[in-house]
């Protein structure tokens, strides 16, 4: 009201160096008496303030549920599977229907100073990065452009043996001799056990269990299945699958030590129709390999060993297996042999992306190195980026809330460097499915079909936004501002029609005066439509300037979750523009019609001009 005045002194002065009687005649009429409209234009303000509130808290409402889905979910379907599987497992995340890629993720807690607790989140960053759903605000870089620093730059697949696409079943020959018993003529008589590594496309490394391999000199054969399941179906695993490593386990023998060569003679690959091809070593294939000998859970002693690779065998190598040279109280010593095909490229460091809660609650900041301790090891975690949020990590497995923040890696680059430290690598806890558009129902039915998956293991982007949106602690408030706008509207409507009638009454005598002096009729009406315009305007745009202050400030204090607590991530205000241009139009409509019917109205300048004589 206090900018009235002075809105209708540039009126006055716009109106006056014109050359129409109506325009010159309602900015005199304006400046002259400027608060007599006061009170319907603080009725058009309060009706579009209001109205533009409630536009806003609604569309900001369902922006935040939709945005509180995406950070609950992380991608269009997640699935949490925590059993270990094989192949074969991993296989039907890669065949599902509708879905364009799948990634693995592992996730773990890490407890940080002053009892708070942070997620580590190890996600194959290659393959999630179009996938993720994180808001664009959330962070400076886009998602893919942010996950791809992350990605390591070269891994071990070139080295490792490549078995053939389709591949089902494994088999091979393998021999174990004991030199020195071959040497006297006596058999050994031990029997370690047999592991065989193999990778997936996903890098996700599977220890498959071979059995026995007895020391006495003859060749048998392991076959080891690549395409069971958890639930014991068979499956097509995610190729191209290689061969990456070998692990013998066996207790040192007694007094003696032995010297062990294995070898593994051949490789047979049997595919989905039963035919089996040999698989050949890579002429570019190196081992690596080192036995270590542990006592009660304690490293006695740790050897390096060179295997080695011939025209005739893709492997052999030999070993010292220790001897057990105790008093016969306690655990006898276990020796372990681990062979891999050696990697090229594996980071000194590992890079992360830490969340702004994190970075408080660590004391660190973008890059600075600090451990982390996974799959029993402290690897060294370079924080490279640093964001507002990060999906899915505001609570631990338990669903408790963390108040740590969270760190993002990458999972291949985290099993590479556990890899060369000889330990064992993480197995993923979840899968992020990034779907076809409008696949995401048919998705979620092909995961929740399987007898191995229980329903609520499948979590779907759309179908929780569809749950937070039906919150009726949330739907109550949206509808309140909506009813009061409503109200305002009316009013205001209302309070036009009474002060357009009392002005057209109060000026009925200057009218006639002007219409006895030759002013045309639709010179009147047209100073009465600038009027009532200026009016209106001056209302709108008060209005408007005080919702768009009032919605800013106020929304983000209103929109709550089911639980009253500040959303994640935090609420953005929206204002749509074009419903924002429909309330101006809606709230301006009814004014401009009342305005256009009292200017219209006719009246004799005679009778009008006579009675204020009498008067």
Known sequence: MRLLPLAARLAERRSASGRGLPAALAGWQFSRRPLHGAGPVLLLVIAVATGMLAIGHGASWDRSQDDQADFRTGAAVRVLDYRPGGPGQTGLYAALPGALEAAPAHRATLSLSGDRRATVLALDTARAGDGMLLRGDLS????????????????????????PDGTRRLALDARITDERARAK?????????????????????????????????????VTLDL???????????????????????DTSPADRPERHRFTVERLLATGGDGSARTVPVPAGTRWQGNRVVTENGETVSRAAIR????????????????????????????????????????????????????????????????DVPLSGEQLRVRIVRSVQELPTTATDLAGEALSGGALLLDLRAVDAVLAQRASTPLTPTEWWVS????????VAAALRARPDLEPQQVLVRDETTAELLRDPLGAGPRSAPTAVAVAAAALAAGGFAVSAAGARRERSAEFAVLRALGTPRRDLARLVTTEQSLLIGAGLLAGLALGTVLTRAVVPLIVLTADAARPVPPVLVELPVARVALLLAGVAAPLLLITAASALRRADPAVTLRHSGED
């Open 140 to 163: 400076e870089e886009p998602p893919e452009q942010l996950l791809r620093l992350l990605a390591p730059g070269a891994t071990s697949e070139d080295r490792a043996v490549r078995l």
């Open 307 to 370: 295997p080695a690779v011939s025209g005739s065998a893709p492997l052999s190598v030999s070993y010292g297996t220790g001897a057990d040279r105790g008093d016969g109280y306690g655990a006898q010593p276990v020796y372990t042999v681990r062979v891999d095909t050696t990697g090229a490229g594996v980071p000194r460091s590992l890079s992360a992306v830490a969340s702004r809660d994190f970075l408080r609650a660590a004391g660190a900041r973008p890059g600075d190195t600090i």
């Open 185 to 221: 003529g006596s058999p050994s008589g031990r029997a370690p056990l047999l592991t065989v590594v193999v990778e997936d496309r996903y890098g996700i490394a599977y220890r498959l269990g071979g059995g026995t391999v007895p020391v006495d000199g003859r060749a048998h054969r």
């Open 227 to 249: 395409d069971r399941t958890a639930a014991g179906r068979r499956a097509d695993p995610a190729g191209p699958l290689r061969l990456t490593g070998f692990q013998l386990d």
């Open 435 to 442: 779907t076809a558009p409008g696949k995401e129902a048919e």
